[in-house]
């Protein structure tokens, strides 16, 4: 009979007992959702958590990354425990970044999304070598207290920092509704904030990466395919529409 991954497991029930030092009594376990994980917010009476078990077989490079992210001053969960697959971080109650971006238009998101990411790409670099989140997905961020915080890093590696914002341009630009004046606007302050805040120009350089992303957001989204299609194309060659 094949495992039901929706129910935390013993292992995961053992794994919440080490992270708050103490037995505790379970007062509502939800499901959220995850692309290739399984999440759950746990409130107990000590204090609500995160329980994430990795079907990727990345749980200890991502609480790795976390610690590491904690100590370079980032503002991410603080990572409480690891066993095995399951990891145990900090429930953090906030506002996720894409329903503040895609629904409210939020210029205070945006920028701070942009001032997350130019840190992140500052202090997390090896020898000088740039380091990427490598899934610089709206989902993966939440705005706290007017702060933006980076939830999920298991897919940290080296790379370009241009991936992380062309991907994350090509996430607001290509969600519902898509292409629209204020998703423009919100692009450009995005790239302005980071271009302060990282000393690096991004508006052009950035342009081939968020193309790319549009082009394999086609594939996923069939509905939208030839705009997403033709809207790569014109940014890619003809460059950002005028905004007036």
């Keep these: 009979m094949p495992q039901d991954l929706t129910l935390l497991d013993s292992p ?24 290739r994980n399984r999440v759950w917010v746990v409130e107990t009476d000590v204090r609500p958590v995160i329980m994430k078990r990795s079907l990727s077989g990345r749980a200890e490079r991502e ?11 980032l503002d991410v969960p603080f990572p409480l425990h ?12 906030g506002e996720r970044c894409d329903s503040l971006i895609n629904h409210m238009f939020s210029v205070e998101a945006a ?40 939830v999920d890093l298991e897919d940290v590696v080296e790379g370009d920092p241009m991936e992380d ?4 341009l090509a996430s607001i630009l290509g969600s519902e509704p898509i292409f629209t004046p204020v998703k423009f606007d ?3 302050r995005l790239l302005d904030a980071y271009e302060k805040e990282s000393g ?25 395919r030839k705009t997403l299609l033709d809207a ?13």
């Design 186 to 188: 919100l692009c450009m």
């Design 12 to 35: 995961g029930w053992d794994a919440l007992r080490k992270a708050l030092n103490q037995r505790v009594v379970v007062i509502n376990e939800r499901l959220i959702p995850s692309k």
């Design 232 to 244: 790569a194309k014109r940014l890619e060659f003809d460059g950002w529409p005028m905004l007036a």
């Design 111 to 150: 920028e701070n999304l942009a001032i997350w990411l130019a840190r992140f790409h500052e202090r997390m670099g090896d020898g000088g070598k740039p380091t990427i989140m490598a899934d610089a997905e709206l989902t993966n961020f939440l705005f706290c207290e007017g702060r933006v915080f980076g």
């Design 63 to 73: 609480f790795a990354n976390l610690a590491r992210a904690r100590q370079a001053g």
């Design 200 to 224: 690096a120009e991004a508006q052009e350089s950035v342009r081939p990466f968020v193309a790319r992303h549009l082009r394999l957001s086609a594939t996923t989204k069939p509905l939208f």
């Design 165 to 168: 914002i062309g991907r994350l």
């Design 82 to 93: 690891r066993s095995d697959d399951y990891m145990v971080i900090e429930f953090l109650q």
